[in-house]
């Protein structure tokens, strides 16, 4: 069976980080953000969520911690879409995240991926 979520995303410049984290931001030529997708706890290695934020307005983000069937703890299929341009255009990809057979994560998608 297949849930669907529908989340902000978290963006943040990746050469300056200490702006912090952003929900809507304006990408110009030449600039490089970084999205964040998902989330691990250290307590619980095996498992991962959705990145959202606990408070937004906090200096020192936390991710909101979810309850029950909203964390994952296998391989899984997403469907990210980011709207743009006043909402009059769309940018829509998948991915897979894959767990490994020694826990490691890694976020496939088309052209790229990433392990934590």
Known sequence: MRKAYRLSLWWRPLLNRSEGWQRSVTIR???TFELALFARLESEPTKYF???LENESSTDPAP???EGDIK???TGEFIAAIFYSYARQRLK???TMQKEFDGRLTWHSE???GSF
Request: aromatic residues 16%.
């Open 29 to 31: 030529s030449g600039m």
């Open 64 to 66: 909101r911690i979810p």
């Open 93 to 95: 990809f998948s991915g």
């Open 72 to 74: 994952f703890d296998d």
């Open 50 to 52: 959705v990145f959202d």
């Open 111 to 113: 052209g790229e991926s």
